[in-house]
């Protein structure tokens, strides 16, 4: 199992990002899709996820508005749309494959990718 996840960078606030997420491995059509994000001296927090076939999506309160999580299946990827990025969006972002929203909601997916560094400066 591979989740490749991309686009990170240096970033002024206001700017907007797109991070991808490739997936490989799994069947990716059969799992639920998120993201995460660890800042510095923080523990690891739940940002956004997605169902299945893309019919449903969740967002934690610090990013809904600003964010938007869409997925490809024809391509296996998953996409975080960031806009408006404030500093405190500063962090490794991570996705990840699950189940079930439970699983994101006690940061316990079957899979995790390796993570890609989001720095907004001000």
């Known amino acids: 199992v591979q989740l490749q996840a991309s686009g990170g960078g240096l970033l002024q606030v206001g700017d907007s990002l797109r991070l991808d997420c490739a997936a490989s491995?799994?069947?990716?059509?059969?799992?639920?899709m998120g993201w995460f994000r660890q800042a510095p001296g923080k523990e690891r927090e739940f940002v956004a996820s997605?169902?299945?076939?893309?019919?449903?999506?969740f967002y934690s309160d610090s990013v809904k508005g600003r964010f938007t999580i869409s997925r490809d299946n024809a391509k296996n990827t998953v996409y975080l749309q960031m806009d408006n990025l404030k500093p405190e969006d500063t962090a490794v972002y991570y996705c990840?494959?699950?189940?079930?929203?439970?699983?994101?909601?006690?940061?316990?997916?079957?899979?995790w990718g390796k993570g890609t560094l989001v720095t907004v400066s001000s």
């Open positions: 997605i169902t299945w076939n893309g019919g449903s999506t």
């Open positions: 491995g799994f069947i990716f059509s059969a799992y639920m």
């Open positions: 990840a494959a699950a189940r079930y929203q439970a699983q994101f909601d006690t940061s316990s997916p079957h899979f």
